[in-house]
């Protein structure tokens, strides 16, 4: 089994900061890929950022110079260092883990999703 845990959400200000965590855990041989999405009221969810394992990382155009992901591998961690939030930056954020488990195939596994307001 793959858990995928996600913190870090709440209400923050237009032009504030937010900093959410996602630690991946259980019987995982190898993590090809670590990313966040996020999902708005009536929209589809979309990619934020994505650090692929041993390459690069991806933003969506809406948050490059303001969002920043990084990983730990040693703790099977992806953080996303959210900065100047924007009221379109409002949604659930879900983490994604591309993982390799033990006696499994290549699978992608969610988070149950942490929500971020952006508001005055």
């Known amino acids: 089994q793959v858990q995928v845990v996600e913190s870090g959400g709440g209400l923050v200000q237009p032009g504030g900061s937010l900093r959410l965590s996602c630690a991946a855990s259980?019987?995982?041989?190898?993590?090809?890929?670590m990313g966040w999405y996020r999902q708005a009221p009536g929209k589809q969810r979309e990619l934020v950022a994505v650090?692929?394992?041993?390459?690069?990382?991806n933003y969506a155009d809406s948050v490059k110079g303001r969002f920043t992901i990084s990983r730990d591998d040693a703790k099977n961690t992806v953080y996303l260092q959210m900065n100047s939030l924007k009221p379109e930056d409002t949604a659930v954020y879900y983490c994604?883990?591309?993982?390799?488990?033990?006696?499994?195939?290549?699978?992608?596994?969610w988070g149950q999703g942490t929500q971020v307001t952006v508001s005055s």
């Open positions: 259980g019987s995982i041989f190898t993590i090809k890929a």
């Open positions: 650090a692929i394992t041993g390459s690069s990382t």
């Open positions: 994604n883990a591309r993982i390799k488990a033990w006696y499994r195939e290549e699978d992608d596994y």
